[in-house]
């Protein structure tokens, strides 16, 4: 396919670098420990001198917090802890203002057991909203409906004495299965996405969209075959043929996707897990009735960074027509640090440098989650200070995702400017030396660097949202050609620690940019180098 010369003949999202803002470790504006709306608004002149094209911020809805806001309580208000709605319009105004755009979650799977809904669901069987959530009679002997298994452990369904039912819940038990085979309640969340949409809001992140529908035959999953990786969970040994990727997603897909055709380029993504998700991927951006883009896990569990492992996950989204356009995340509030799985912790900055470096030249949106352009690391949180409630019942077999949610250090005094109060997670000392005040006194700092490489992938259309061509991964070393039109950028990565040879590079060849000492002439440990040809 031949990719357009000219970025404005693309939607403004093609080829997006969108920042992933956790916001109870953003910014605390008002001393309570826990950040909020306002401090987002306080720090987006961080965020917009990196260089990104949007934010993604995650929930900040009414909730009991049980799963920290993927719990929604109210899909159409803001927690008090972090804040106001006239706060939320304020930051959307202030993003605008700087030239971001600001994407929100859509938790369509689940809700809150507090939500006024399932309050009204769970009170009898013929209530108006009784069939809002997936309800289902015990087993004669009394057991749950069939076999499948809670992400966050044991069974995925909880026996309710009001209805003397049981209900479906793929996470807590407090975040009850909404039924999305109910046409009230598609419009209910059709509804919500267009509060969000009339508030000026230009995407959506929609959370465990694979979730979203069930088997109406509630039929037992499968065992999953043998493995050589850990099961730590009931959930890993199954393989989640019918609590999963329901075909009639795509329905609803369609329906949310008209909605939003009507504000004009609103860009939304999907987030896909799951042992189907290149699949479920494509059918859920398929054609240009469904989402735009979509993400899945590829780097985000995986133990090591190699060239054949990214080669393998591009080539999943060739750039042919009807294929879909990829989104990739190296790091998110989900999953640990990447320095902290990728290298060894001597190697941690050089890294940090070289895996920005790759991310940035992804044919697809990138998706850089705060700190990543800081390189912080996993913190280690102790178990009496734990917040996750996976890492709590799993403990000492998952590793806690709060490592990953420690607040931003803006610098490097003991609370990281985060907080006049005490921060809801402990800030290590190894993130506090990598504080964004220390970083922006430092032009060699990995914060420049991800400036400069924002700056390469927006003013170069080959990318931004040119083709993938040329990919080779052998010994180390990843190279592959990024085009657009008549011009064309090769990107060269080692990934190990050795040094390496660069492949010969025609006379013409121009650098556009170094790290690690990458050149034309060699690439040292974790060096990379991009040239126009």
Not at 68 to 82: E, K, L, R, S, T
Not at 289 to 316: H, K, Q
Not at 499 to 514: C, F
Request: charged share 25%.
């Amino acid at each position: 396919m031949t990719e357009p010369t000219d970025p404005s003949a693309q939607p403004w999202w093609r080829g997006a670098a969108i920042y992933q803002i956790y916001p109870r470790s953003f910014r605390d504006s008002d001393g309570d420990g826990i950040g909020d709306l306002r401090g987002i608004a306080e720090r987006l002149d961080h965020v917009a001198e990196l260089g990104v094209d949007a934010v993604w911020i995650c929930p900040f809805f009414t909730s009991p917090m049980r799963d920290f806001g993927y719990d929604v309580a109210d899909y159409c208000d803001v927690d008090p802890i972090f804040g106001t709605l006239a706060d939320f319009d304020a930051l959307v105004a202030r993003a605008h203002a700087l030239g971001v755009r600001v994407m929100v979650d859509q938790v369509y799977s689940h809700s809150s057991s507090d939500h006024p809904w399932f309050a009204e669901s769970r009170s009898s069987r013929d209530n108006p909203r009784a069939d809002w959530y997936v309800w289902h009679d015990a087993r004669p002997e009394g057991s749950p409906p069939n076999n499948w298994q809670s992400v966050f452990g044991g069974p995925a369904w909880t026996w309710d004495a009001r209805r003397c039912q049981y209900y479906l819940h793929n996470f807590l038990g407090s975040q009850p299965q909404l039924n999305l085979h109910n046409p009230e309640v598609q419009e209910a969340l059709l509804g919500v996405a267009r509060f969000w949409l009339d508030r000026g809001v230009d995407g959506f992140r929609i959370d465990a969209l694979n979730f979203a529908m069930h088997d109406p035959l509630l039929r037992d999953n499968p065992p999953a075959p043998p493995s050589d990786k850990p099961r730590t969970r009931p959930f890993d040994f199954q393989v989640r043929k019918y609590n999963q990727f329901h075909p009639a997603t795509t329905m609803f897909l369609e329906r949310l996707r008209r909605l939003t055709d009507e504000y004009g380029e609103i860009f939304t993504l999907a987030e896909v897990g799951g042992d189907e998700d290149n699949v479920e991927m494509k059918r859920f951006t398929e054609g240009d009735r469904r989402l735009n883009s979509a993400y899945g896990f590829d780097f985000l569990y995986c133990d090591a960074l190699t060239p054949e492992f990214v080669a393998e996950a591009m080539a999943t989204w060739p750039d042919t027509p009807g294929s879909g356009w990829p989104s990739w995340a190296f790091e998110n509030h989900d999953a640990p640090r990447a320095v902290s799985r990728w290298c060894k912790a001597a190697d941690r900055d050089a890294f940090a440098r070289v895996k920005l470096a790759l991310l940035a030249a992804l044919r697809g949106n990138i998706i850089i989650y705060q700190g990543e352009e800081l390189g912080l690391e996993q913190d280690d949180i102790p178990f009496e200070l734990l917040q996750d409630p996976e890492a709590i019942a799993n403990w000492p077999l998952t590793l806690s995702r709060d490592g990953a949610r420690t607040p931003m250090p803006w610098t490097s005094e003991p609370s990281g400017g985060f907080t006049t109060g005490r921060p809801w997670l402990p800030l290590g000392a190894a993130n506090l030396a990598r504080s964004v005040a220390r970083q922006a006194g430092d032009p060699g700092s990995l914060l420049h660097l991800a400036r400069r490489l924002l700056e390469l992938r927006r003013s170069h259309p080959a990318l931004r949202s040119g083709a993938l061509r040329n990919s080779v991964a052998q010994a180390g070393l990843l190279s592959f050609d990024r085009s657009s039109g008549d011009r064309l950028v090769r990107c060269l990565f080692n990934l190990s620690g050795q040094a390496l040879p660069t492949p010969p590079l025609p006379d013409s060849a121009r650098r556009l940019l170094s790290v690690n000492g990458g050149s034309e002439e060699g690439l040292p440990p974790f060096a990379a180098l991009y040239v126009e040809l």
